[in-house]
Nanobody, 124 residues
């Protein structure tokens, strides 16, 4: 079993940047496709970004495309989400997820592991 711990969240002004990290313990991340999801107060959890196990293919929600970048460093057992040009509507708890296999999914329930989340707040 792999434990995922997110970090890097915080309060930032609109237009600013944050980089979220997802560190794994217990097992290496290399067998897993990885994803990021977020949930804002009163809203459903939604897909943000995902990356294949090999790291060669990424996929983004339309709402973040061109602003967010997902990457992974298997040697460091860490996945990142670089968030630029942040908007108030990006405010949410962000969750890192891991799925056994090479291909990502865009549905939270298709992932096998997830972390506790990190809060991102963007002020206007």
């Amino acid at each position: 079993q792999v434990q995922l711990v997110e970090s890097g969240g915080g309060l930032v002004q609109a237009g600013g940047s944050l980089r979220l990290s997802c560190a794994a313990s217990g097992r290496t991340l290399s067998p897993y496709a990885m994803g990021w999801f977020r949930q804002a107060p009163g809203k459903e959890r939604e897909f943000v970004a995902a990356i294949r196990r090999s790291g060669d293919v990424t996929y983004y929600a339309d709402s973040v495309k061109g602003r967010f970048t997902i990457s992974r460093d298997n040697a460091k057992n860490t996945v990142y989400l670089q968030m630029n040009s942040l908007k108030p509507e990006d405010t949410a708890v962000y969750y890192c997820t891991a799925r056994v296999g090479s291909n990502y999914r865009t549905t939270f329930e298709d992932y096998d592991y997830w972390g506790q989340g990190t809060q991102v707040t963007v002020s206007s």
